[in-house]
């Protein structure tokens, strides 16, 4: 486990099931039709019950889903957590496709919908590096540079964690934040 302060944000990297985590908001790793799937998603619906997919349903009869890279909000059902912020990563087709600018907007219009929402606390799961295939290394980069910018320039939310489903991925991500805080 990693713990450490940028700014005003505390920021927690750690091994765990998101679903267990009781920040006010787990972001969940979706796909562009709300309507659940497998990994993280999964487990999520599983964990949180069926108003989330309720939730999800309404917005999606509203907007016609999520497109990549964009996020929406829903409660948290079940689950300690208050709210679930669905966030749809990109599918990795080989890196020339967008793919590192979409895992950004992923992360960066999360954190924008969790400080428009007042959100004091929020945990991520590895976006797109499960069923979408992003390399995990390039991810996880990715997830901390977007993440340095923008907890320098916003006081909320005060918590950020990342939750990392095995030890391996928690490797991956502990070295991105080491080899990113030693350059700043
Ligand atoms: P994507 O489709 O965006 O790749 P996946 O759910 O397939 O999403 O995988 C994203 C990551 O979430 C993977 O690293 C996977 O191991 C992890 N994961 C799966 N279940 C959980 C869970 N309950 N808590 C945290 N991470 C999880």
């Known amino acids: 486990m ?3 302060t940028v700014n005003a944000t505390c920021i927690m990297v750690l091994q765990g099931d998101i679903t267990e985590q009781d920040t006010e908001a787990i972001v969940n790793a979706a796909n562009s039709g709300l309507l659940g799937g497998g990994g993280v998603d999964g487990a999520i619906h599983r964990a949180g019950g ?5 939730e999800c349903k309404q917005i999606r009869a509203k907007r016609g889903g999520c497109p990549t890279g964009e996020a929406v909000i829903t409660s948290g059902g079940n689950l300690a957590a208050r709210y679930v912020i669905h966030t749809v990563g990109p599918i990795w087709y080989g890196g020339s496709n ?7 907007n992923a992360y960066g219009n999360s954190l924008n919908l969790a400080r428009e929402n007042g959100i004091g606390s929020i945990a991520f799961p ?3 590096t ?11 980069q990715i997830a901390v540079k977007t993440l ?5 320039e ?4 005060q918590e950020i964690r990342f939750v990392l489903f095995s030890d391996r ?4 991500y502990q070295q991105a934040w080491e080899r990113n805080l030693r350059l700043n």
């Open 50 to 54: 069926p108003q989330i997919l309720e």
């Open 169 to 172: 991925d928690l490797q991956v």
């Open 148 to 152: 340095l910018e923008f907890v320098k």
């Open 126 to 128: 590895s976006i797109s």
């Open 98 to 104: 967008g793919e590192a600018g979409l895992l950004q």
């Open 130 to 140: 499960g069923a979408y295939r992003f390399p995990i290394a390039e991810a996880a």
């Open 154 to 157: 916003n006081r909320i939310p």
């Open 2 to 4: 990693l713990k450490f």
